[in-house]
């Protein structure tokens, strides 16, 4: 992070110093509190991309995407956001820390089956909490297993469900889908239904030719390979931006992977224009590759 940010202050973009102070102020622990920091984190990663790469760019400061681009008399935009559903990750961390709070065995192993929800219902996320930890301070059960997800036949997504364990010792999350797994058709709809399409994307959409690039770091599986397969059957004739792009940020890496998925009904010359004006920038290779196609 601290890289990030001197990258980014040797470039100086306009509207960085307003950025810096809201990141070096965070302080918010909370749920919501971390899932802004991870969208302020994926803005500032994809901009100190930018401007290693020699991209020219400001800060918006504005109505409007995240992040400009000038060329010539047009401007171009990129818009950040991120989506950090309630996951099995989640759900553990949520255990462990109730059965601590309570001088409990905190060894959580959760394994999936047969592959990992995108999103736990809150409603059974509810009742799990409240099975292994009771409200009125009794003893909790030590196992269960419970439907996490509901089948969706008609995305060829089976019902997940979660087989919980407390013991004492060490515990685990095991989590698995193989190549093009239904799990990476339904985190595909779960950007589509609850980022590209939220009204305030939809307006930024529309006042430029805009990418829309998605932080899917807090996930699970977060698994890019079948990206463009999944998202591509998404695309609806009304929608603004010209692409998606699904990214994931390593805590080992400075540098996020990211796949793409071209909006069919986009205009294609504003498409190749900001294609154009990202080029140098090795994180967008394989926006150009997707129209090479």
């Known amino acids: 992070m601290e890289q990030t940010l001197s990258i980014l202050e040797a470039a100086a973009p306009a509207g960085l110093g307003g950025k810096r102070r809201d990141f070096r102020g965070f302080t918010d622990m909370s749920e919501a509190g971390m899932r802004h920091f991870r969208t302020h984190l994926a803005e500032l990663t994809v901009a100190s991309q930018l401007a290693e790469a020699g991209v020219p760019f400001r800060f918006n400061t504005d109505e409007g995407p995240d992040l400009l681009l000038q060329c010539g008399r047009e401007t171009l ?3 950040v956001g991120s989506r950090q559903p309630r996951s099995v990750s989640d759900l553990t961390h949520a255990l462990i820390r109730g059965l601590r709070e309570r001088g409990l065995p905190a060894a959580v192993t959760i394994r999936t089956d047969p592959v990992p929800p995108v999103t736990i219902r809150d409603s059974v996320r509810d009742t799990v ?3 292994f930890l009771p409200a009125d301070g009794s003893l909790g059960v030590t196992s269960l297993r419970v439907e996490a997800a509901p089948a969706r036949p008609e995305d060829g ?16 999350t095991t989590m698995a889908a193989p190549f093009k797994s239904p799990h990476v058709t339904a985190m595909a709809k779960d950007v589509a239904s609850g980022v590209l399409r939220e009204k ?30 999944a998202f591509d059957s998404l695309w609806e004739t009304d929608d603004h931006f010209l692409a998606v792009g699904g990214m994931t940020i390593s805590t080992r890496s400075r540098i996020p992977k990211l796949r793409f998925s071209v909006n069919p009904f986009a205009d294609q010359p504003a498409l190749d224009r900001v294609t154009a004006a990202v080029s140098k920038c090795v994180i967008f290779a394989d926006l ?6």
Request: a neutral charge; aromatic letters at 6%; hydrophobic letters at 40%.
């Open 288 to 293: 150009a590759d997707q129209l090479k196609e």
């Open 157 to 172: 997504i089976p019902a997940s469900w979660l087989s919980i364990q407390v013991s004492r010792g060490n515990g685990f």
């Open 200 to 229: 305030r994307k939809r307006r930024q959409a529309k006042l430029m030719p805009t990418v829309l690039i998605v932080d899917l770091s807090g996930g699970d599986l977060p698994d890019l390979r079948s990206w463009p397969d």
């Open 77 to 79: 935009g990129i818009e």
């Open 129 to 131: 909490i409240e099975a």
